[in-house]
């Protein structure tokens, strides 16, 4: 009895298994210094069930026949934005890095028992409707028009991966990565992209992913490319973590668009001609710090741009308050979405900044919306449009 | 009961939010992490202000229907489980730290302050300072804590935490606001008399008497520095002097013993973990040398440790939770029995004993209290959350060791249910006449965490 290891070897697949290691004893709830609650959900909702312990008791009643099926149950899996503050702080070693995928593998299970929400499955019926194969309902784009504008070749040693968000949503994003691109004189194309599946992976409505993920890697493999770059901190996370789990191929590299820039900087490459002066805060994407770990390169760029004043949250890196996009939660619990962001805006007003920065097409909507909403007066930008703002010259980028 | 009747007026009372009987916050709150089994709620409700509390329990009263009052949840033995259903009072949504007094050195909070909360705020706005907080998680409250005759940092020094109660705002259940200690008469919530003293009635009684929404609690000064040295025995019957002797030399701000089976080095010997403080490196050095002297006198030795252990000895507050995840299985409770210190040697014995029995890795210690005057002595029993055999394996360990504890003459502490009856068989009848007449009196009706402290 006493001293044995219960748990498997096989982490990822035997979930089931290893859930009831859970204790709820609420680290996973905090800041890193316990001054305030990190975890959305819990700071909104106050029932110990809304926090990531009391989902992990619930999935583990569910296994265990204590619990039935329904909408109150499915409705605490779903309030959650898997920010991923619960792993950061979940003290667990070889468990805390896996409760964002549990909540989702039980999502997973809402959805085959018929309790996935109705707005989250409006995202995977647009992105199935073959007029769109994107989760915002527009009409796809083949990116065809995009090629011709920018003279871009069919076959080329890199894919710009655009990601619906910034193809539908935010689409200086987009022009300003294009630009960047070529005057970097990186040898990209694009392809009839469609939906990265992101929002349906993290929603549990995995039905037609491997599908989606093949098309994806199809269309890439077709312009040759060995690299993929992306400028959405979702796709990047998806592409890189998500997507080796369904395609075992490992002949693709995957950037964000910080990489390069970082890279081209180190280099000595990317120079900057005019300076941008203006103190900027920088807001952690989940998907690029807590979910990737990626905390230091967006900030080395912004540090690197001549006249920026960087000054961080009190909440940043791991620690940083999630924008309140991710996980479903922008689709399924819009108006409490937006309050998540207000308060990450609330917390950049006390920088004293006026413009917010991140690496995220989704996390700039966001935080956009809850900026016109509460008439907070920010400017917001993703560094590659700040970088866009400027004279800058690139040499030997190849 | 017309649950619906009931919900209506719960939900009129704090809004909808804040009330739920959903099977998803019922199937929660109807367990804790310790080894209890589950036991149904009928609702569970967050109030914010002491007005909505007054109001529940007029209701609860009206209605006869109980009310457990919760703080963190963590007592892991079961007392905010609901014994005959009823209504759980989860107090962390009031969470207002409402007076830092530097000078008379108190937190004035409401009942919802987490541990974690009121050690941030004093790090980031009086760092002189320091809280008595529990080896427990940061979510605990402090409220919870101190009403238990919890323990933790600062215990050998000034004592359990429920005596560091300056004053509390108590709703009874008449739904009338009660104030105790200095805070009956003073603005200042100063001190707990000089006047009769009625707040004990409120700790280790287990949300029986009444719900505390408010409470002062004593805050103390941090040292400059503060370190760990770390000694090593041997033999346990030398450890009752060896501690008396250091609390007499006056250099420890705490004392822990540790003996646990695993890993194997450990097997055998005796931690004894000092937290010594001072103003000045020379001071610690100074500290470290009488500690060094003590142990040798008693057969003992000083011991260095690698950085990474102190660092988790040094951590505030330790996360001692780990002790859920030794067998992978997310679940641990112990008993922790307050003891004089002649006990220690047969406690380590019976902890050792009982685990061996229950076919567990011995994981048994004690944190000193009050300068030599107890200690809490806890033996721990993990086990595998997903296994009810092995579950119900440590409720029995568990049982057996109240029993034992009780037998030579210690006090369970927090015990579940089936412990606190162990205590009242053995109690002097005299007091459990007045026990029982005091919660008759304060609680006609039998609506407070019905179950706990109930004479027979």
């Known amino acids: ?398 | 009961m017309e649950v619906n009747k009931i919900l209506n007026k719960l939900i009129e009372i704090v809004g909808s939010e804040f009330v739920s009987n959903n099977p998803a916050d019922l199937y929660i709150y109807s367990q804790d992490p310790g080894a209890s089994e589950p036991r149904p709620v009928d609702f569970v409700i967050l109030p914010k202000k002491v007005e909505e509390v007054q109001k529940i329990v007029r209701l609860a009263n009206q209605e006869k229907i109980p009310i457990i009052p919760m703080g963190g949840g963590l007592t892991l033995s079961g007392l905010v489980i609901p014994n005959r259903r009823g209504i759980v009072m989860d107090m962390k949504r009031m969470n207002k730290i409402i007076e830092i007094s530097p000078l008379n050195r108190y937190a004035l909070i409401e009942a919802g302050v987490t541990s974690g909360q009121l050690l941030a705020h004093l790090n980031n706005n009086h760092p002189d300072l320091q809280p008595p907080i529990p080896d427990a998680p940061p979510s605990i409250t402090i409220a919870g804590n101190a009403l238990i005759h919890g323990s933790g940092y600062l215990s050998q020094k000034y004592g359990d935490h429920g005596s560091m109660i300056n004053g509390l705002e108590v709703v009874l259940p008449d739904g009338e606001i009660y104030k105790f200690g200095s805070c009956a008469l003073s603005d200042y919530w100063f001190t707990r008399g000089p006047i009769p003293d009625f707040i004990g009635l409120f700790i280790s009684s287990f949300g029986t008497m009444g719900i505390v929404t408010k409470l002062s609690i004593k805050l103390f000064p941090k040292p400059n520095m503060r370190d760990i040295v770390f000694g090593l025995c041997k033999d346990p019957s030398v450890l009752p002097e060896l501690i008396s002797n250091i609390t007499y030399a006056d250099v420890a701000e705490d004392i822990l013993l540790g003996i646990q089976d695993k890993p194997d080095w450990m097997k055998g010997y005796t931690f004894i973990i000092v937290y010594i403080t001072g103003e000045t490196e020379e001071e610690l050095i100074n500290k470290t040398k009488i500690l060094k002297k003590m142990y040798r006198k008693a057969k003992s030795r000083y011991m260095k440790v690698p950085k990474r252990i102190e660092e988790v000895f040094l951590e505030k507050p330790q996360f001692a939770a780990k002790a859920a995840d030794f067998r992978k299985g997310g679940g641990f409770e112990y008993v922790g029995a307050f003891i004089p210190l002649q006990l220690i040697p047969k406690m380590i014995q019976i902890g050792t004993d009982i685990s061996l029995k229950h076919g567990i890795i011995p994981t048994l210690g004690a944190r000193l209290i009050g300068q030599g005057h107890s200690a809490m002595f806890f033996i721990s029993y993990s086990f595998n959350r997903a296994d009810p055999k092995d579950m119900k394996n440590a409720r029995d360990a568990l049982h057996e060791t109240n029993k034992a504890a009780l037998e030579i003459g210690g006090i369970p502490w927090k015990a579940e249910i089936a412990g606190q009856q162990l205590i009242m068989e053995k109690m002097d009848p005299n007091y459990k006449k007045l026990l029982k007449g005091i919660k008759n009196l304060i609680d006609p009706n039998g609506i407070m965490n019905p179950g706990n402290w109930e004479v027979k």
Not at chain 1, 77 to 82: E, G, M, N, P, R
Not at chain 1, 259 to 286: A, M, V
């Open chain 1, 1 to 398: 009895m006493g001293g044995e290891i219960i748990i498997s070897a096989n982490l990822e697949k035997d979930w089931k298994d290893i859930v009831h290691r859970c204790f709820r004893c609420g680290y996973c709830k905090f800041t890193h210094d316990y001054s305030d609650f990190n975890c959305p959900s819990y700071k909104k909702y106050r029932f110990e069930t809304y926090s990531t312990g009391g989902r992990l008791w619930l999935i583990y009643g569910l296994i265990s026949g204590e619990l039935d099926w329904n909408k109150d149950v499915a409705n605490v899996l779903y309030a959650c934005s898997t920010c991923g503050n619960c792993s950061e702080n979940c003290r667990f070693d070889k468990f805390n890095d896996l409760l964002v995928d549990i909540i989702e593998a039980a999502r997973e299970e809402a959805v085959k028992n018929g309790y996935c929400p109705e707005n989250q499955k409006a995202l995977v019926e647009r992105i199935k409707n073959t007029e769109m194969y994107n989760p915002y309902g527009e009409k796809n784009s083949n990116n065809e028009a995009l090629k011709e504008e920018y003279d871009l070749p069919d076959e080329a040693e890199w894919v710009y991966y655009i990601g619906c968000t910034s193809n539908y949503r935010q689409k200086e994003l987009r022009d300003a990565t294009l630009r960047f691109l070529k005057k970097a004189n990186i040898n990209f194309t694009l392809i009839d992209e469609h939906c990265c599946c992101s929002p349906i992976i993290r929603t549990g409505q995995t039905e037609c992913v491997k599908d989606f993920i093949n098309y994806n890697m199809m269309k890439i493999r077709e312009t040759g490319a060995s690299k993929v770059i992306t400028s959405c901190a979702g796709c990047y996370r998806t592409m890189k973590s998500d997507w080796i789990k369904h395609d075992d191929s490992t002949d693709i590299e995957i950037f964000h668009t910080v990489e390069l820039i970082n890279d081209l900087l180190n280099e000595g490459k990317l120079n900057f001609k005019t300076e941008f002066n203006q103190k900027i805060t920088y807001h952690d994407p989940c998907h690029l710090g807590r979910h990737m770990k990626m905390y230091e390169i967006p900030r080395d760029i912004l540090n690197r741009i001549p006249g920026v004043e960087l000054i961080e949250m009190e909440r940043n890196r791991g620690n940083a308050w999630c924008c309140g996009a991710g996980g479903g939660v922008k689709i399924g619990y819009p108006e409490w979405s937006v309050e998540i962001a207000k308060e990450r805006l609330e917390e950049a007003k006390k920088t004293d900044t006026a413009l917010i920065s991140s690496a995220c097409p989704f996390c700039r909507t966001n935080l956009n919306d809850a900026n016109q909403e509460f008439e907070m007066g920010f400017e917001i930008l993703d560094i590659i449009e700040i970088i866009d703002n400027l004279d800058y010259e690139i040499t030997n980028s190849n």
